[in-house]
């Protein structure tokens, strides 16, 4: 799997819809998704996929140059649903397609049920006319990152949890990473960002910038839950090697100041008896990791909030080849993901592998 600076063919996104995870009938979000995609758009092709209800809705709301396309879904979460893709040494782009199970199955799911979602990766294949593996691991795209040369990143507190692959034992698990991943070495986390509701996606916490540096979410504030989560992450993370056997350099970035759903925002979801509830007062596992590396720029969740500006600093200390772009974020994360969830890079194919190497950012 090539890391996500490597060169896309493009960008894959879904459209918000379900009035049960987005307030308002969906309409604030589907405002957010639309800035995403025009800031993506400025450096790749955007894909929007919509369910045949709201195609009229996306087409007339998207700007003209983002590609909207029939492809129903059960939510918008692309990177957990959709596929992941992967290239081989003739630079040939095939797609993994994972077991999806809406983030707990029948146990702990978000919303039942999920069959669409469940569709999109082999849609998204057929579309593209390219060949599919169907990986037999529970597993969501943002539960993982990579490095492009090898190495893999994730939490046990999400990979290991009893509500994606029972039974399986880590040794099983890492072995089916290696198969469709093309990975050779595993870096484990210990959990995610705190009241994460994905079990602890890695996307939200921790992300390779580039070989060998990460970049981690962080608070100061020892009282706080997550200062917890973060020291823990740093101290595995300043004892691990990756691939090539180097140290990683370790990044932070400060978190915003701790966010909760207001009551005006929790009134505006539909209550119903197949998703999770939404209540006022949850805490928002809001974080500037999730971020989306497109080419030549970084596409960043931004949340009205004093560190905003440090951390786009951050990151345009780490991508100085690259624009970074800020986007209000707040309708996105009140879904409980953000700007990289809600994403899919599909790496450009090339007869030539070498060009594959290079990075725009
Ligand atoms: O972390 C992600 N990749 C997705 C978040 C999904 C949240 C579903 N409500």
Redesign the pocket.
């Known amino acids: 799997m090539p890391a996500e600076w490597q060169p896309h063919a493009g960008c894959w996104m879904l459209w918000p819809e379900r009035r049960d ?1 987005w307030r308002n009938g969906g309409k604030p979000a589907q405002q957010a998704f639309v800035e995403v995609a025009r800031e993506i758009s400025r450096f790749e092709p955007v894909t929007m996929g919509v369910n045949p209800e709201q195609f009229r809705n996306a087409r007339a709301l998207l700007p003209p140059q983002i590609r909207v396309l029939e492809l129903s879904s059960n ?1 918008a ?1 692309i ?2 649903s959709g596929a992941t893709f992967v290239v081989n040494d003739a630079g040939e782009v095939r797609g993994v397609d994972w077991i999806f199970n809406a ?1 707990g199955g029948l146990e702990k799911m ?1 919303y039942f049920p999920w069959d669409l979602d469940e569709q999109v990766a082999p849609k998204m294949l057929e579309i593209e006319a390219l060949d599919r593996y169907r990986a037999p691991l529970v597993l ?3 539960s993982f990152h990579v490095d492009g040369e090898g190495t893999l990143i994730t939490t046990e507190q999400c990979l290991l949890h009893p509500n994606r692959n029972p039974t399986l034992s880590r040794a099983e698990i890492e072995q089916r990473l290696r198969d469709y991943l093309g990975i050779k070495h595993i870096i484990w986390l210990k959990r995610g960002v705190f009241e994460d ?2 079990d602890g ?1 890695v ?2 916490l921790c992300c390779f910038v580039r070989p060998g540096v990460v970049a981690l979410t962080w608070t100061d504030d020892r009282k706080d839950p997550q200062y917890e989560r973060s020291a823990e992450a740093y101290d595995r993370l300043r004892s691990a090697r990756d691939v090539k056997g180097r140290r990683l350099e370790i990044h932070k970035i400060h978190q915003p100041e701790p966010m909760y759903m207001t009551g005006e925002e929790a009134a505006g979801l539909d209550i119903v008896d197949t998703a999770i509830s939404r209540p006022e007062g949850e805490r928002l596992a809001g974080s500037y990791i999730n971020f989306y590396i497109a080419n030549g720029g970084v596409v960043a969740p931004q949340f009205d909030d004093p560190h905003d500006r440090p951390a786009l600093q951050t990151l345009a200390d780490l991508f100085p080849n690259a624009q970074i772009i800020g986007v209000y974020a707040r309708e996105i994360l009140l ?3 953000n700007i ?2 809600i994403t899919q890079q599909q790496p450009a194919g090339s007869d030539n592998p070498q060009a594959l190497e290079r990075s725009y950012v």
Do not use: F, L, P, V
Request: aromatic share 10%; with cysteine; glycine share 24%.
């Open positions: 995870t939510d979460w990177r957990d983030w978000m969501e795209g943002g509701e994905t996606h996307d939200n879904g409980g993901g990289h969830c």
